[in-house]
T-cell receptor, first 114, second 114 residues
Framework: DVKVTQSSRYLVKRTGEKVFLECVQD?????MFWYRQDPGLGLRLIYF?????MKEKGDIPEGYSVSREKKERFSLILESASTNQTSMYLC????WGTGAGEQFFGPGTRLTVL | GENVEQHPSTLSVQEGDSAVIKCTYS??????FPWYKQELGKGPQLIID?????GEKKDQRIAVTLNKTAKHFSLHITETQPEDSAVYFC?????????????FGKGTKLSVKP
């Protein structure tokens, strides 16, 4: 079974802190994604990566950056956390390809910024 | 870019009844339409998908239909059971950049009453 793990289930940070959210997948997938999930807004893509050291902006990249130094690990970075970044963050991975394939999601990290 | 509308936002049915969730999309170039189920405390999981070269696909109690002309697709769940209670997301693929990525609807919370 594909397993996508996220470093924390719950995280509380203060405004202005630098926040790292880590995601690891164990199935040698090429593609990795970061989404945020908010009530009534569904899942919105922040960034994705189709190869090591490659990244592309999604629909809402402002205030975020990412890092992919190894194939299995994709990190989301909040350079200076703000209260409007309080949300559920979901990481996903999928096999290489055009994007028209199954994405496997982690359990999510619920981030609260005070 | 792609826009996906999903209705209804909440749906309550009696056990054994059918449930239908509908989505519309805007980009005629989209050719892949997955449905994800998210149970409480978990990440979304793919339950069924359809590509634009077919009009309907079934998997046991679940079916998806696609009308390319009208740009809408629907999820049908028959003989609903309490374990079908979850949030369901439709998505359509949006092409741009190096490869496609998914644009999700806002979700439908399905409650199946015993």
């Amino acid at each position: 079974d594909v397993k996508v793990t996220q470093s924390s289930r719950y995280l509380v940070k203060r405004t202005g802190e630098k926040v790292f959210l880590e995601c690891v997948q164990d199935m040698d997938h090429e593609n990795m994604f970061w989404y945020r999930q908010d009530p009534g807004l569904g899942l919105r893509l922040i960034y994705f990566s189709y190869d090591v050291k490659m990244k592309e902006k999604g629909d809402i990249p402002e205030g975020y950056s990412v890092s992919r130094e190894k194939k299995e690990r994709f990190s989301l970075i909040l350079e200076s956390a703000s209260t409007n970044q309080t949300s559920m963050y979901l990481c996903a991975s999928s096999l290489w390809g055009t994007g028209a394939g199954e994405q496997f999601f982690g359990p999510g990290t619920r981030l609260t910024v005070l | 870019g792609e826009n996906v509308e999903q209705h209804p936002s909440t749906l309550s049915v009696q056990e054994g009844d059918s449930a239908v969730i509908k989505c519309t999309y805007s980009d005629s170039a989209s050719n892949y339409f997955p449905w994800y189920k998210q149970e409480l405390g978990k990440g979304p999981q793919l339950i069924i998908d359809i590509r634009s070269n077919v009009g309907e696909k079934k998997d046991q109690r679940i079916a998806v239909t696609l009308n390319k002309t009208a740009k809408h697709f629907s999820l049908h769940i028959t003989e609903t059971q309490p374990e079908d209670s979850a949030v369901y997301f439709c998505a359509a693929i949006q092409y741009g950049g190096s490869q496609g990525n998914l644009i999700f609807g806002k979700g439908t919370k399905l409650s199946v009453k015993p």
